[in-house]
Every structure is written in structure tokens, then in C-alpha cells.
Nanobody, 121 residues
């Protein structure tokens, strides 16, 4: 079992920045893909960013050039640096990791509990 704990959400003015962090714990063997999703009120959860185990990144068009995803493999952590925030970035942000554990070598997905980001003046 893998537990994910997110932090870093909050209230920020348009044009501001926030840094989200998601740390994994458990009997981890390896973590493969790390992703961020977000869910705005009354909308479906959507993909935001991906970083693979070799560091390749992919972004949703809506955040390209403003958000940066990175990972710290030693700490089993994924970071989402969000700059030039807009009101439409307001959502609950979720991290998701594809990982294998010492007792289950078949990779599976785990989700964090979500962290609220509000962009408003």
C-alpha cells in the first residue's frame, strides 16, 4: 500500500504562484509515473501534468508555460510549481503515482487526498 500526502494549497491572487508537494510513503519498491490532476467545482477531474521515471514531462495545454512538474526520487516526492495563476486554475489538486511495493511488484495507481487552490483577488 502506498500513501500520498499533498501540501501547499491555499489562496493566492491572480498572477501569483503556489508550490504543491506530494510525498509518498509505504513499502515502496519503485515509483514510475507521477501525475497531477485537478477538479474544479461541478466539473470532472482533469489531467494537469505528468513526469515519468526518466524525467520526461507532459502538460495540459491550459497550463503549459506556467506550471512545472518535477520529482525528487530520493524523497518519493513530486512537486508542481504553479506560476502566473489565473482564476480558472481554482480547483482541488490531486497527485497520482504509479508505483510497485516490495510485496506487490505489479504497478498500481494511488491517489492523494487533494489540496485546495483558490485564485482570487
Amino acid at each position: 500500500q502506498v500513501q500520498l500526502v499533498e501540501s501547499g494549497g491555499g489562496l493566492v491572487q491572480p498572477g501569483g504562484s503556489l508550490r504543491l508537494s506530494c510525498a509518498a510513503s509505504g513499502n515502496i519498491f519503485s515509483i514510475y509515473n507521477m501525475k497531477w490532476y485537478r477538479q474544479a467545482p461541478e466539473k470532472q477531474r482533469v489531467f494537469v501534468a505528468l513526469i515519468t521515471s526518466d524525467g520526461t514531462t507532459t502538460y495540459a495545454d491550459s497550463v503549459k508555460g506556467r506550471f512545472t512538474i518535477s520529482r525528487d526520487n530520493a524523497k518519493n516526492t513530486v512537486i508542481l510549481q504553479m506560476n502566473s495563476l489565473k482564476p480558472e486554475d481554482t480547483a482541488v489538486y490531486y497527485c497520482m503515482m504509479t508505483a510497485a511495493t516490495m510485496t506487490n511488484r505489479k504497478p498500481f495507481n494511488s491517489w492523494g487526498q487533494g489540496t485546495q487552490v483558490i485564485v482570487s483577488s
